[in-house]
């Protein structure tokens, strides 16, 4: 980032940061991450823009609902040369878990928004956000709770979007659809500024975290925020550990992996490779996922999880965490041989997850993470969720995919 200034007011003013693109020989541009505050104008698109039919919704009836949605893995991407910071896609592979982001969220009739909790530049931005979209009069109180895992690869920042998003969506009566909805979320991704000033930062964004977090499961998606297919794990547990490498400051927040650092990675060396690689991996994921989610296989899929891990971008993000990816890559060659079904990185990491339908393997699994040290505060037990997005009302828990809206 540029050297802190200040307004005319002596507040912090918004900066910018260049970063040069470089995914191939002939693939050299200038990007730049802009500062702004939250419900700017400039980062505002309209509907007509992302290819949504504007609509209107000048009032709603005072409402509040409770929302939980469930983080996402994102295995791997297919192709990062595919998104920039204006234009979200690059397609991939989605996984939802239980753990839970939480929020509740009631409409007013006073056009104020009122937020407490996690994440509170994020919240009172997508708050601003739809009272744009729609034109909406009135307001918004929001309480979130995002699960405290940040910037290791696990979806703090889209998580709390896509919460936030139902949660209002719901209180005004359903606006959106679900693929309405992932295209608003992936086309105004954003996150807290690494300088802690107040502002946000555009975020590169593939529609993984919305697809898993509204629909649950394991998904194919592709470029243009689009479900190409999903398929429930069910009976699938899963072990999430985050390792002690040398790209984290402290335990979970993952300075080392945030914000600057993370976007050079994935306009550079993840991108170079891809160029190279990006075909590779369509034929595996296509050829060989797809038919092994079509018909259920567990092993099939993660035989072709395996090989991605040591292809395109995702060699780029393990191989940021040091000796060339040798301590992720150990762990991920260490869960295949003790019988895991399916085992990767998620994102840019550092955080790997195992997913098996065995209890034995289950067991072996955590019997290796202690033989290593691993601190109980860095493993996760939990498993595959395949319902997605559920809304609590008046007592009722609803899951919203069974509802029919997700249906876009």
Same mark, same amino acid.
């Given at each position: 980032?540029?050297? !802190?200034?200040? %307004?005319?007011?002596?507040?912090?003013?918004?900066?910018?940061?260049?970063?040069?693109?470089?995914?191939?020989?002939?693939?050299?541009?200038?990007?730049?991450?802009?500062?702004?505050?939250?419900?700017?104008?400039?980062?505002?698109?309209?509907?007509?823009?992302?290819?949504?039919?504007?609509?209107?919704?000048?009032?709603?009836?005072?409402?509040?609902?409770?929302?939980?949605?469930?983080?996402?893995?994102?295995?791997?991407?297919?192709?990062?040369?595919?998104?920039?910071?204006?234009?979200?896609?690059?397609?991939?592979?989605?996984?939802?878990?239980?753990?839970?982001?939480?929020?509740?969220?009631?409409?007013?009739?006073?056009?104020?928004?009122?937020?407490?909790?996690?994440?509170?530049?994020?919240?009172?931005?997508?708050?601003?956000?739809?009272? !744009?979209?729609?034109?909406?009069?009135?307001?918004?109180?929001?309480?979130?709770?995002?699960?405290?895992?940040?910037?290791?690869?696990?979806?703090?920042?889209?998580?709390?979007?896509?919460?936030?998003?139902?949660?209002?969506?719901?209180?005004?009566?359903?606006?959106?659809?679900?693929?309405?909805?992932?295209?608003?979320?992936?086309?105004?991704?954003?996150?807290?500024?690494?300088?802690?000033?107040?502002?946000?930062?555009?975020?590169?964004?593939?529609?993984?975290?919305?697809?898993?977090?509204?629909?649950?499961?394991?998904?194919?998606?592709? %470029?243009?925020?689009?479900?190409?297919?999903?398929?429930?794990?069910? %009976?699938?547990?899963?072990?999430?550990?985050?390792?002690?490498?040398?790209?984290?400051?402290?335990?979970?927040?993952?300075?080392?992996?945030?914000?600057?650092?993370?976007?050079?990675?994935?306009?550079?060396?993840?991108?170079?490779?891809?160029?190279?690689? /990006?075909?590779?991996?369509?034929?595996?994921?296509?050829?060989?996922?797809?038919? /092994?989610?079509?018909?259920?296989?567990?092993?099939?899929?993660?035989?072709?999880?395996?090989?991605?891990?040591?292809?395109?971008?995702?060699?780029?993000?393990?191989?940021?965490?040091?000796?060339?990816?040798?301590?992720?890559?150990?762990?991920?060659?260490?869960?295949?041989?003790?019988?895991?079904?399916?085992?990767?990185?998620?994102?840019?990491?550092?955080?790997?997850? /195992?997913?098996?339908?065995?209890?034995?393997?289950?067991?072996?699994?955590?019997?290796?993470?202690?033989? !290593?040290?691993?601190?109980?505060?860095?493993?996760?037990?939990?498993?595959?969720?395949?319902?997605?997005?559920?809304?609590?009302? %008046?007592?009722?828990?609803?899951?919203?995919?069974?509802?029919?809206?997700?249906?876009?």
């Amino acid at each position: 980032m540029q050297k !802190q200034t200040q %307004d005319g007011n002596g507040r912090p003013a918004p900066q910018s940061l260049e970063i040069d693109i470089i995914g191939g020989p002939f693939d050299r541009i200038t990007t730049v991450l802009e500062e702004f505050a939250p419900g700017q104008k400039e980062f505002v698109r309209s509907l007509e823009s992302i290819g949504i039919e504007p609509r209107t919704l000048a009032s709603a009836d005072v409402r509040e609902v409770e929302v939980r949605v469930p983080a996402r893995l994102h295995p791997t991407v297919v192709d990062m040369n595919r998104f920039n910071l204006n234009r979200p896609g690059g397609g991939g592979i989605g996984c939802a878990i239980e753990v839970f982001f939480r929020a509740k969220v009631r409409s007013t009739k006073t056009p104020e928004i009122v937020v407490n909790g996690d994440r509170p530049l994020l919240t009172t931005h997508y708050g601003k956000l739809f009272q !744009q979209l729609l034109g909406y009069g009135g307001g918004f109180e929001i309480e979130l709770f995002d699960h405290e895992r940040r910037h290791v690869g696990m979806g703090s920042s889209i998580g709390t979007m896509v919460a936030v998003s139902v949660g209002m969506n719901e209180v005004l009566g359903r606006p959106f659809d679900g693929r309405e909805l992932r295209r608003i979320i992936g086309y105004h991704s954003c996150e807290e500024s690494p300088t802690g000033n107040g502002f946000l930062i555009p975020a590169f964004e593939t529609g993984m975290g919305a697809m898993a977090g509204l629909n649950g499961g394991w998904i194919l998606g592709t %470029d243009d925020l689009e479900i190409a297919y999903r398929v429930a794990l069910p %009976d699938t547990r899963c072990v999430i550990f985050i390792p002690d490498v040398p790209t984290l400051d402290d335990e979970f927040t993952g300075r080392g992996t945030a914000a600057e650092s993370e976007a050079e990675l994935l306009l550079r060396r993840a991108r170079q490779l891809d160029s190279l690689q /990006a075909g590779v991996k369509s034929q595996l994921i296509f050829c060989d996922m797809l038919p /092994a989610m079509i018909k259920g296989d567990l092993k099939a899929i993660g035989d072709t999880m395996f090989d991605l891990c040591f292809l395109g971008s995702k060699r780029a993000e393990c191989e940021q965490h040091g000796a060339h990816g040798a301590p992720i890559y150990d762990y991920i060659s260490s869960f295949r041989e003790m019988g895991t079904e399916i085992t990767g990185m998620s994102s840019v990491g550092p955080t790997i997850f /195992a997913l098996t339908r065995s209890d034995e393997t289950y067991d072996r699994i955590l019997k290796y993470l202690g033989s !290593q040290g691993i601190p109980e505060g860095r493993i996760i037990e939990t498993a595959v969720d395949n319902a997605g997005a559920r809304v609590i009302e %008046d007592g009722v828990e609803r899951v919203v995919q069974r509802d029919g809206w997700l249906s876009g």
